[in-house]
């Protein structure tokens, strides 16, 4: 028995070891007709893999066509190191919190608490670890990021397809889009977003080599200026949209609970990151490159390349992209919904999904009475994500493995990154 587990369920606890052989029991069995497997193909996903396309596909989405605009508020040089410095950063901060999981998970474990009809949360992880007072700031900051973030979605969708359909105004297709973004309440959980991930990220792949592409072949413009930045308040605030934009794994713990063997987290993200990057830089570097300071009053790259079918593809799949964003942002908000009123482990499926309209209803509600999302995502970036993801899951880490006997196992040179973290981010 110890050699069929020591390599693949090496540093994972007793109670995963068993989880993780359960849910692999259940996607291997029962798949005898074609049916069956299809499905378990197309909705259940539980691999490292499907892992990787959730955290790259959710990492970037609207704020894919913003970013030739914060290279306008912070120049060349400046939106280059921030991508990357904030996407190392990220990825840093998101293996903190598989650290944690783990950590919560472990203990949770050992006292026989089955979670195989439960998703944890991250406030749930503040709250084992760390006492009620954690969870509730946890908890506060985490919704309300998903909250805006949802918000983000369904306004970027109405600004997107004005591009290819104006005869209605943002506001209409804000109501349109809500409704087709409130279907969402039917996906269970991140297990079954496999295939939307992994169109989700061929969509963003698209799109953003579309502007690369498109802005080169456009070349500069007459008289194209490069002058960012010019203020402080317009650097600061391109850095706060870059800082939004590696701000994707608030949704980390429920995309490594939907996994079979959530020790493997550790270094996703990162590669989900790395992969990000390579999307986020050309197209950012050749649209300010081409536009220059003209992106100042354009903040939808979009708007500035020629209209034709391939401007209006990257236009249609960027609008699937944030359907699909939507979802991962609110699925938290439905799981913490859920727990509230008691159905969390209902098994009807139609009777958590009416459960959950309430929590699309305010979504919707926000962004139709606030139908501008750059100065949203800039207020997010600002406030929420800089805690949400940076700050609290630093000092919880920094906390939980505080004592005498957990410092000797970890190096010295983390605890002195944790305590400079908060003061990187201003």
């Given at each position: 028995m110890a050699s069929e587990t020591s390599v693949a369920d090496e540093k994972a606890?007793?109670?995963?070891s068993r989880y993780e052989a359960d849910a692999e029991d259940g996607q291997d069995g029962g798949g005898g007709d074609g049916k069956s497997r299809l499905s378990g193909l197309l909705w259940h996903g539980g691999s490292a893999y499907d892992a990787?396309?959730?955290c790259a596909s959710n990492q970037v989405a609207q704020v894919l066509l913003t970013l030739p605009y914060s290279f306008a508020q912070l120049g060349m040089v400046s939106g280059i190191l921030f991508q990357l410095f904030y996407g190392l950063l990220g990825s840093w901060t998101a293996y903190l919190?598989?650290?944690?999981?783990?950590?919560?998970?472990?203990r949770k474990e050992k006292d026989k608490v089955d979670f195989r009809n439960h998703v944890i949360q991250w406030f749930e992880v503040l709250d084992g670890l760390l006492g009620r007072h954690w969870r509730n700031v946890g908890l506060a900051f985490n919704c309300t990021f998903l909250l805006f973030g949802s918000v983000i979605q369904l306004i970027g969708c109405a600004s997107n397809i004005y591009y290819v359909n104006d005869h209605l105004d943002k506001r209409t297709w804000t109501y349109i889009f809500g409704a087709c973004c409130a279907t969402t309440v039917f996906i269970p959980?991140?297990?079954?977003?496999?295939?939307?991930?992994?169109?989700?990220?061929?969509?963003?792949?698209?799109?953003?080599?579309?502007?690369?592409?498109?802005s080169l072949m456009?070349?500069?413009?007459?008289?194209?200026?490069?002058?960012?930045?010019?203020?402080?308040?317009?650097?600061?605030?391109?850095?706060?949209?870059?800082?939004?934009?590696?701000?994707?794994?608030?949704?980390?713990?429920?995309?490594?609970?939907?996994?079979?063997?959530?020790?493997?987290?550790?270094?996703?993200?990162?590669?989900?990151?790395?992969?990000?990057?390579?999307?986020?830089?050309?197209?950012?570097s050749a649209a300010y490159w081409a536009f220059g300071d003209e992106l100042l009053t354009h903040s939808n790259a979009l708007?500035?390349?020629?209209?034709?079918?391939?401007?209006?593809?990257?236009?249609?799949?960027?609008?699937?992209?944030?359907?699909?964003?939507?979802?991962?942002?609110?699925?938290?908000?439905y799981f913490v919904w859920e727990k509230l009123i008691g159905l969390h482990d209902c098994r009807s499926l139609c009777k958590r999904a009416a459960a959950r309209l309430p929590v699309v209803v305010p979504i919707w509600f926000l962004a139709i009475i606030f139908p501008f999302f750059g100065p949203i995502n800039s207020a997010v970036g600002s406030l929420l994500v800089s805690f949400t993801v940076y700050i609290i899951p630093a000092m919880a880490h920094m906390v939980t493995f505080r004592s005498p006997h957990s410092r000797e196992v970890r190096h010295f040179f983390l605890l002195l990154l944790h305590i400079l973290l908060p003061f990187c981010l201003y």
């Open positions: 606890p007793a109670g995963l990787w396309f959730s919190i598989s650290i944690l999981y783990l950590e919560y998970r472990t959980s991140f297990h079954n977003y496999r295939v939307w991930s992994f169109l989700g990220l061929l969509m963003t792949t698209y799109t953003a080599w579309y502007i690369a592409v498109a456009h070349g500069q413009a007459a008289g194209v200026k490069h002058s960012g930045p010019t203020t402080i308040m317009l650097y600061f605030t391109g850095a706060t949209n870059i800082l939004y934009t590696f701000g994707g794994h608030a949704v980390t713990v429920e995309v490594m609970h939907a996994m079979w063997r959530p020790q493997k987290f550790k270094a996703i993200y990162l590669l989900a990151t790395l992969y990000v990057l390579t999307l986020t830089l050309p197209s950012a708007s500035l390349l020629p209209r034709d079918a391939w401007r209006d593809a990257a236009v249609i799949l960027m609008l699937i992209h944030q359907f699909i964003t939507f979802g991962f942002a609110c699925t938290p908000l």
